[in-house]
Every structure is written in C-alpha cells, then in structure tokens.
C-alpha cells in the first residue's frame, strides 16, 4: 500500500504534486487547529461527569468500543461453537433428535448499532425513494394535479420527526400484528418515521425537475408521437435526473439526522439508543463514548453523501 | 405535380396573454403543392414560426385548419418532420441515438435491426455527421448539432419536412455548405419542404415558391412569389443570373419599403440583441406591447 502510494506521488510532476500538497494540506491544518482548541477547551469544561472530555480520552473510548466488539464477537462464536459440539455429541447419540442453535443473547456493541442504524436507514430512504420519484414525476408532468397537492406538500415538508413518532409508533404496533414477524416493530417504527420525513425533498425536486424539461425537446417528443411511457422514459426522465439526485442527496442527509433522533426518542435500536443508553449510565467514560458516536454519526453522514455523489456520477448525464 | 398536397384555409392565431387576446396571424391562406421548397420570409415577431407550429399541429389555430392530403391536421405527427430553430437534440443521448429515438419511434414495424441501424448512419453520411456518431450534443459545435437534427428529422422520410430558420445560428460557410447539401438531398427525395428565413439569398437560391409575411400583429400573407430559376442551382453562377437578380430584388424592396418596420429605435436594439444573443422569444414577448 505505501509503496503503491509512492509510486503514484512519484508519477505526478512538481506542479501536481505542490497542487495536491496544497489540496491535502489546507483541511488537514484545518482539522489540526480544531482538534487544539478542543483540547484546550474540553478541561474548562466542567459537568457533573467530571470534564469534557478531550481529543485523547475520545481516542482511548473509540479502542475500547472497538475492543468490546471484538470481545463480544469472540464470546459469540464460542457459544455458537458450544452448541454445535454438543448438538454433534446428541446427534451420535440419537440420530433423529431434534437439534437448535441460538444466537448469542449478549447486548449490541456499538459496531452492531452502527451496522442497525445503517440498514434502517438505507431501508427507510430507499423506502422514500420509490415513493417520492414516481409521485414527483406525476406531479411535474400534471399542473393540475401539482396544484391541488402542493398546499399538502408545503404542511407536511417542515414536520419534525419526533412529531410524526408517536403516531407512527401507534400504528404500527395496531396494524403490524403476526406470530411470525419478519420485521422488529421498532425497526418499522423508525423506518417509517425515517420515510415520512425524507422523502420530501425528493418529491419536490423531481417534480420541479419534471415540470422543467426544455420546452423544444418535449415538442420533439410530441412530433415523433412518443407513447406515454417512452416519453417518460427517454424524455423526462433522464431530463430531470440532476435534479432528481440534488434532492435524492438533500433526502438522505435529512433521513440519516431524522434517523438519530428517531432511535433516541423511541429507545429502538441503533446510534440513537447507544447515545441515549449512554446518558442514562452516566459513567465517568460516558461522554467520551456519546462523543465517539457523534463523531460516527458525522462521519458516516458524509460517507453516505459520498456514495450518492458517485452513484450521481456513474448516472446523470451531466456529470 | 398540380394537386394540392398541403392548405392553409383562413387561419387566425390569436394567444391568450394577460392583456386580452393578441391576435398574432388573421386569414392566412396558403396552397402548397407536392414536392414544392417553400421558404416564410418577413420581419421578426410577424408569425412565421406560428404559421409553422401550426402546419406541424404544435398549435391549434384558432379559427380556419391545415390539411394536409385531404386530413386535417390537428396533432403532431412524424409524417410532418421538424427542424427546430436551435436544434433540440436530447443532451443525454449521443447524435446515433438521438437519430435511433427517431427512427426506432417511426419504422419501429417496417424495418428490422439492421436496416434501421444502416439507415440512421446512411442519414448521418447525408449531412456529414457520421463521424460524431457517438458524441453528446455538448461536445460537438452548434453547426454540428443543427446538422444531427436535420438528419433526425429526414430520418423520418416525411412528406412535409418544416424548418424554423435552420441555418440561423451558422457561420456563412457552414450555412452554404448545408444550404448546397439540403438542395440535393430534397432533389433525391422530392420532399415538400417549408423553410423560414431572415435571409433573402437563401430564400431565393433554395425556394420553389417565397411567401412574404406583413408584420404583425394580424400577420397574413403579402406577397407569394414564384421562383423560376433551373435546378440544380449555383449559388455562384446566380449570382450575377440577371433573373435571380430580379427575384431578390422584389424580396428585398417588400421587406425594406413596403412592410418597412416602424419601431422605435429602443425596440430595434431589442431585436439586434435578440439577432445576437439567439434569445429571440424573450425578446419578442418585450417587444409586444410596443407592436399591439
Ligand atoms: N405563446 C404565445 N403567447 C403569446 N404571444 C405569442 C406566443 N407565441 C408567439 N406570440 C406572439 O406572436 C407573434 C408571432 O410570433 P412568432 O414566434 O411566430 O414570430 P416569428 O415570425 O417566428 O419571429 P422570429 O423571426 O423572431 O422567430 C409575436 O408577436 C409573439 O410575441
Ligand atoms: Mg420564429
């Protein structure tokens, strides 16, 4: 790997790599002078867990989180090794005897929170995503019909997610009913609650998207006598895909905040529980490890950006 | 030769704006035969790319129809092709596939894989594109493009091909090179073929027939003047072609005496900015209640 990155600094020419040293350079100085003035800062603040805590002991927290994780994962696998050396012994003894495995009962370490929010939050935004392209393009091809919901729109877009929480959490425990579920109800719980708040800029943007293909092309589209779905399909569809993923990037960072929230409020699992969890405890460690979190959290935020941007890329033609 | 294959019966357009209607043509009549190059001359804001609009059913008019081989003309339709006035290529889509949208929407039932695929490249050699097969509209200059959405719309094998000022944004060798090369092809194919120009030598060198538009608003026919000049035409043997000579000469004095435009000087600089920066629409909508 260093020799690699080596190689590659290596084939750039002077200019490049002083342009590069320089693009490096600015945000790590940036990131130094933070982590300085929090370091300097963190001591002066007292609260009734001792003080803040500053870059280091977040440092030393992240280890350990990281270090109980591994532990757990550890415990888990013996369990399971446990059971299936005693199901073997069974099974010698009595070829048609019933045997089961359980999963470990320990608590979710912190990985396994992140991992919990990740998938409830893609399953939530995914969730918006199918709602919100579709209804957005009927809305932008119809005038009509954009005008009748945009008063709804306009109501709905700025509720706040713990709003929407209790109701969410109400209805589900009422309808979602069965022996067997396949969902947990506090996964549905923030998922939905995850939808109903991101799927908005979404719906907007494609709708505007929609309403503002070039006039010319959809005259175009008229003269070869386009079917409705080729001319959504070929024409307004890829017309209004940068649009589309502006909202789709504005969606997913608002799905991911409501998400934190959401967890923390309804006590379901994930970041938000862990943040919460940690409050309540109220350890000496507990700041450092909520302060951990919320360095996760940003972290991941600016991940899953990330990842849009380079699926916008890989899609819009603009690009 | 002598039926009428194209008509325009007592056409009014008026639009509706926030001022009360604005009647932009009253009693165009227009008889255009099969196979006939008919070129829409007049002043900017007088009704040409409405009288177009309305022969490619983009518009309805208001009073009086089109029709076209005894139908009327109340839809588009790809049998009445259009060259837009800025080309209007999908940006997303490379110049073969934007003339494949075309082809596959019109022969989708007559011709099978291979012979739309020769098809499109064979109409892409006919302007001079086929090497560009692949690039995006935004990667190929504005003369290029213009080209692609010509070949787009012969793609189609209309019988009414409709061009709203197609060589406007061209440089001048651009524009003869396209006019020499749009001159054979509508030879080969013997389609009928309404152009509007600004421009009284393309008029005159390519036109069967020049239809001169009085300014609007009420906008009708003027003058209709047949060329008679032989075909194939040399733009450089006319030009001192004593009856070409006379043809421009009467385009010329109906544009500058008799439909001479009375603007202000302000609504003049509106249109030599619109002339230039090709944001001719905005600028008509300004200038409207100057000429209402
Ligand atoms: N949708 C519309 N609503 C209101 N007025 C319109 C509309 N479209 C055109 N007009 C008016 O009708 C008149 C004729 O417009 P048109 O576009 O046909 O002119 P044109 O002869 O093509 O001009 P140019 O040569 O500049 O393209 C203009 O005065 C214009 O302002
Ligand atoms: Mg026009």
Redesign the pocket.
């Known amino acids: 790997m260093a020799a690699r990155s080596r190689n590659f600094l290596a084939r750039l020419s002077p200019n490049e790599l002083v342009a590069a040293g320089k693009e490096a350079l600015l945000p790590l100085i940036g990131i130094l002078v933070f982590l300085g003035f929090w370091h300097l800062a963190a001591p002066q603040v007292q609260t009734s867990l001792g003080a803040f805590p500053g870059p280091a002991q977040v440092w030393e927290q992240a280890g350990q989180l990281w270090q109980e994780h591994a532990n757990q994962r550890e415990r888990a696998s013996q369990f399971i090794a446990m059971q299936e050396q005693r199901n073997a012994r069974i099974l010698a003894d009595n070829p048609d005897a019933e045997v089961r495995i359980r999963s470990y009962p320990g608590a979710p370490t912190f990985i396994d929170q992140i991992g919990t929010s990740l998938v409830t939050v893609l399953s939530g935004f995914a969730l918006a995503t199918l709602i919100a392209v579709p209804l957005g393009i009927v809305f932008g091809l119809n005038r009509y019909f954009q005008a009748a919901v945009n008063p709804l729109i306009q109501i709905f877009k700025p509720v706040s997610p713990l709003a929407w929480l209790p109701l969410v959490t109400m209805v589900v425990s009422a309808t979602y009913v069965s022996d067997d579920p396949m969902f947990q109800k506090s996964f549905l719980t923030s998922m939905i609650t995850v939808t109903l708040c991101s799927l908005w800029p979404t719906l907007i943007n494609t709708s505007v998207g929609v309403a503002a293909v070039n006039p010319d092309l959809l005259n175009v589209s008229k003269v070869l006598k386009l079917s409705f779905w080729t001319h959504v399909r070929k024409v307004v569809l890829p017309s209004s895909v940068p649009m589309i993923f502006t909202g789709l990037r504005v969606s997913l960072g608002i799905a991911w905040m409501v998400l934190i929230a959401a967890e923390m409020l309804a006590q379901s699992p994930g970041l938000g529980k862990f943040v919460w969890d940690e409050f309540q405890n109220g350890s000496s460690q507990s700041l450092s490890r909520i302060m951990v979190a919320v360095l996760a959290i940003g972290f991941i935020g600016f991940l899953l950006d990330r990842v849009m941007l380079l699926i916008q890329k890989k899609v819009a033609w603009n690009e | 030769m002598s039926k009428t294959h194209l008509e325009l019966t007592g056409v009014e357009?008026a639009?509706?704006?926030p001022k009360g209607p604005?009647v932009?043509?009253d009693n165009v009549n227009l008889k255009i035969q099969k196979g006939e190059f008919v070129s829409?001359i007049?002043?900017?804001?007088?009704?040409?790319?409405?009288?177009?609009?309305i022969v490619a059913g983009l518009?309805q008019a208001s009073k009086g129809g089109c029709v076209l081989n005894g139908h009327e003309v109340n839809s588009p339709g790809p049998e009445r092709a259009v060259v837009f006035?800025n080309h209007a290529l999908m940006p997303w889509l490379t110049v073969y596939e934007n003339v494949e949208l075309a082809v596959r929407q019109v022969f989708r039932k007559s011709m099978n894989r291979k012979e739309r695929r020769d098809w499109i490249t064979h109409n892409l050699e006919l302007v001079n594109m086929a090497h560009a097969a692949n690039k995006r509209p935004g990667e190929i200059s504005g003369g290029m493009a213009q080209r692609v959405g010509i070949a787009r719309a012969l793609a189609m094998k209309p019988s009414v091909l409709l061009m709203?000022?197609p060589f406007g944004a061209l440089d001048a060798l651009t524009r003869a090179h396209l006019q020499d090369s749009l001159m054979e092809i509508q030879q080969e194919l013997n389609n009928t073929v309404i152009m509007?120009t600004?421009d009284v030598d393309e008029a005159v060198l390519l036109s069967d027939r020049i239809i001169m538009?009085t300014n609007?608003?009420a906008?009708t026919v003027g003058e209709d003047l047949h060329i008679d000049l032989p075909r194939p035409r040399n733009r450089v043997a006319l030009a001192d072609d004593a009856k070409y000579v006379h043809y421009r000469q009467e385009v010329l004095s109906f544009l500058y005496e008799k439909q001479r435009k009375l603007e202000s000087l302000s609504s003049r600089r509106a249109?030599s900015a619109?002339?230039q920066g090709g944001e001719?629409?905005k600028?008509?909508?300004e200038?409207?209640p100057a000429?209402?």
């Open positions: 357009m639009f509706d704006t604005f932009a043509l829409l007049g002043h900017s804001g007088c009704g040409k790319s409405t009288v177009l609009n518009l006035q709203d000022e509007i600004h538009m609007g608003p906008a249109a619109s002339t001719s629409a600028v008509e909508k200038k409207q000429s209402a």
